[in-house]
């Protein structure tokens, strides 16, 4: 078993983990489906954030559901893409964290996510927050505890 040398790791605020929102690919609302799986494409992310105009989160847009929505009863309808928008199959149900949010809440809700989107309290995207970047700060705790016995 781990034994934290003291509970400070674990309540510090998250802030200092995220990805930028200015370095996150996004959609926005309007967006069409082609749009979004382009820039799933392109970027290679798994998926997208999909704001508003004023740049608050809405929900996340992935390959899979822009997919489901295309699907006909005997092949895919790709020619519907550009009539599809990204507000209609997004993903709306899913866990958020604020940006003053403490790493065990990050850590808790990362179990069974790939990033989490940040906001502050207005709703506001601020970044997203990675599974790798928890794991990351988890090994250097463990290797910490290590040098020090």
Known sequence: ?????????LETRIEDYIISSEK????QLGNS???????????GYSAV????????????INAQRITESILGMNHIEYE??????????MQTDLPL???NDRFQRALDLLINQNFLCVVDDEGMFMGILTRRI?????KKQIYQIRNNQ
């Open 134 to 138: 928890i794991m990351k700060q988890l």
């Open 97 to 99: 964290i604020k940006i």
């Open 80 to 89: 519907r893409l550009p009539e599809i928008r990204v507000e209609d199959i």
């Open 1 to 9: 078993m781990i034994s934290l040398p003291s509970r400070d790791f």
């Open 49 to 60: 954030p999909v704001l508003d105009l004023k740049y608050r989160f809405c929900g996340l």
């Open 24 to 27: 996150v690919a996004h959609v």
């Open 33 to 43: 489906a082609e749009h979004a799986l382009l820039v799933l494409t392109k970027t």
